[in-house]
């Protein structure tokens, strides 16, 4: 499977929706803390143009929407 990212923040209602689904679908999937870590900040403004979480890279492209990203997970993985 392609390598997955996902660009987040913990106090994101957004984000706490799509790691709920993520503890009870696990898949191998890089989190990036975007508040922790200012360079994942810079490398998800540089890969999908704006900072907002979350963020799902997947095949070098950048999905952003907590629902699109669900249900890109559920099809996808
Ligand atoms: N409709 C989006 C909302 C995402 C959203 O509003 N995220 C906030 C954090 S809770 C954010 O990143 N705001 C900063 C920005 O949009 O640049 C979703 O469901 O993913």
Redesign the pocket.
């Known amino acids: 499977m392609e390598s997955l990212t996902l660009y987040y ?1 913990e ?5 706490q ?1 799509v790691l709920h689904y993520l503890e009870e679908h696990p898949v191998p999937i890089e989190k990036k803390d975007i508040r922790k870590d200012p360079a994942a900040r810079n490398e998800l403004i540089q890969i999908g143009g ?5 963020c799902l890279i997947h095949d070098g492209k950048a999905l ?4 699109d ?1 669900i249900v890109w997970l559920k099809y996808n993985t």
């Open positions: 923040f106090s994101c209602p957004y984000c929706k704006k900072p907002q979480v979350p952003y929407e907590s629902d990203i």
